[in-house]
């Protein structure tokens, strides 16, 4: 069965570092393009971020771009979301999300979500 | 970048038919046929129901359909079940290589 374990959320304060990790089993996670897309309390979905199997492409969304950095480890399935300088409007739940196609771009389709960790950015 | 726009709400009676639409421009939904819809129950992750403008993945219902004409893209749902009501997203991917998300459209089976 194909699973996604978010972990690393937390209350933090603003401005302050906090570094999401999704581990992955089930599928081979090297050959999967990874998302990471968060949505707000009661809010719809904002894509955030994406990186290719083997991180030699990664992608921002413009909102984080500067500030969120995504990274991979193949050996470990495990994907990671370094977010810095958090502002309020960062809080929010973040998922960790296969892209649909083995070898695909992560723009081919979201497949399997994981639950979501959720960060608070507040004093 | 601004959000794909979505009716906040739709509604219908079982067995009935509804559509969503989900409006964007040249640069996203116009310009490629990388458009997908997800659905999401409350307190539940987000689940692919249609990807390309409309394709069902395995394990999908084929209630459910896909379409786009221009700038506006659609999912329609047929055969309305009380299990369907859920919130609607659905998400294009971008000139700026990025991936955009429409508002979302919560749908009530009346």
């Known amino acids: 069965e194909v699973q996604l374990v978010e972990s690393g959320g937390g209350l933090v304060q603003p401005g302050g570092p906090l570094r999401l990790s999704c581990v992955g089993s089930g599928f081979t996670f090297s050959s999967y393009a990874m998302n990471w897309v968060r949505q707000a309390p009661g809010k719809g979905l904002e894509w955030v971020a994406a990186?290719?199997?083997?991180?030699?492409?990664?992608y921002y969304a413009g909102s984080v771009k500067g500030r969120f950095t995504i990274s991979r480890d193949n050996s470990k399935s495990t994907l990671y979301l370094q977010t810095n300088s958090l502002r309020d409007e960062d809080t929010a739940k973040y998922y960790c999300v296969i892209a649909r196609v083995p070898g695909g771009y992560f723009y081919y389709g979201m497949a399997v979500w994981g639950q979501g960790t959720t960060v608070t950015v507040a004093s | 970048q601004s959000a794909l726009t979505q009716p906040a709400s739709v509604s219908g009676s079982p067995g009935q038919s509804i559509t969503i639409s989900c409006t964007g421009t040249?640069?996203?939904?116009?310009?490629?046929?990388?458009v997908f819809w997800y659905q999401q129950h409350p307190g539940k992750a987000p689940e692919l129901m249609i990807y390309d403008v409309k394709n069902r993945p395995s394990g999908v219902s084929n209630r459910f359909s896909g379409s786009k004409s221009g700038n506006t893209a659609s999912l329609t749902i047929s055969g309305l079940q009380a299990e369907d009501e859920a919130d609607y997203f659905c998400?294009?991917?971008?000139?700026?290589?990025?991936?955009?998300f429409g508002g979302g459209t919560k749908l009530t089976v009346l």
């Open positions: 990186i290719s199997s083997l991180s030699d492409g990664t």
């Open positions: 040249s640069s996203d939904v116009g310009g490629y046929n990388y």
């Open positions: 998400s294009s991917y971008t000139v700026s290589n990025t991936v955009i």
